[in-house]
């Protein structure tokens, strides 16, 4: 693609400049990752476990992120490899304090048995608090009922588990507040992800930050609203110029699906833009190769000047 190098017009001294950030992706990402080696234990931080899609990346787990609070954690999402990320963020390898799911597909809920069983298995003693659409509670059911001659050996054999800390005690939402406890307030947003019926962002405030996770949506204007003046905006993203039909069976559809599912980074900017986040986070990004610089383009072509980073795995805000 060709790129086209803008100069930006000289002004003159007196007029105000305007708040165009030159900053790369890379700069800002550097600046946010030292910025949160700098905040209290007792603060607010988002950690970016896993950044992927359901294409088995190496470097981009499957999606999840725990926002910590005054050394509590909470957990939303489960995509595979979630507990390994626990482990290598320095969280609780016996569990978050609640997990929230945003919705049931597959990519966002393979590490839920890793939740449930892991943390049970590393010696979590009390029921796993799992907040999330309906159908979890059927959802919960059969991953423990597929996994009950494991149960039976652990706790029945010489590995003397705790006979309920594998429990689960889930509670399904609808919309709202969820959860509110001791300064944590966390509230599901209803969103628009293609034919899913039920599917959900969330907003999250503390005492010292509000954050909003988009969890998989077309542009919302629910989470505009939600992400009105917050301090971080984690959205996914798809890179709009390289959508076009795949070659497979079904594959004419793609275009579609991304259009119904998913926002693009056009889309995003002009949400960006009227939302107003003091810094927006990109993850579960369709990737096709470096196209980072590509969708900073698209963000800014949409409209946002604001702060943009896009999140690796293990990342820290
Ligand atoms: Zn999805
Ligand atoms: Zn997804």
Request: aromatic share 6%.
């Amino acid at each position: 693609m060709k790129k086209v190098a803008r100069k930006a017009p000289k002004k003159s001294r007196k007029s105000a400049p305007a708040a165009v950030p030159s900053k790369s992706l890379e700069e800002t990402r550097a600046e946010w990752l030292i910025r949160a080696g700098t905040r209290s234990p007792s603060g607010t931080s988002l950690v970016m476990l896993g950044t992927g899609m359901p294409r088995p990346d190496p470097m981009c787990f499957g999606p999840a992120t725990a926002i910590v609070h005054d050394g509590r954690t909470f957990l939303f999402d489960a995509g595979a490899g979630v507990m390994r990320r626990m482990a290598a963020a320095r969280l609780s390898i016996r569990g978050p304090d609640a997990l929230f799911l945003t919705h049931l597909h597959s990519d966002h809920t393979l590490g839920l048995p890793d939740v449930i069983l892991t943390t049970w298995v590393m010696g979590r003693r009390n029921k796993l608090q799992i907040h999330g659409p309906a159908g979890t509670k059927h959802m919960c059911r059969h991953i423990l009922a597929a996994w009950k001659e494991d149960i039976h050996v652990r706790i029945h054999g010489l590995e003397r588990n705790s006979k309920d800390g594998y429990k689960v005690k889930v509670r399904e939402f609808d919309e709202g507040v969820v959860f509110d406890e001791d300064g944590v307030r966390i509230s599901a947003i209803p969103v628009e992800h293609g034919c899913w019926r039920q599917a959900y962002g969330f907003r999250i405030d503390t005492p010292e930050r509000s954050i909003v996770i988009s969890g998989d949506t077309k542009p919302t204007q629910a989470i505009l609203e939600a992400a009105r003046g917050v301090d971080v905006l984690v959205h996914e993203v798809y890179p709009s110029s390289q959508v076009a039909p795949e070659v497979r069976a079904g594959g004419e559809a793609w275009p579609s699906y991304m259009r119904e599912f998913h926002t693009s980074d056009l889309e995003l900017g002009a949400l960006a833009a009227a939302a107003k986040p003091k810094l927006l986070v990109l993850h579960h990004i369709v990737r096709h190769g470096h196209d980072d610089d590509e969708l900073l383009a698209g963000i800014r072509a949409g409209g946002y000047a604001g702060e943009v980073l896009v999140a690796r795995d293990l990342d820290r805000y």
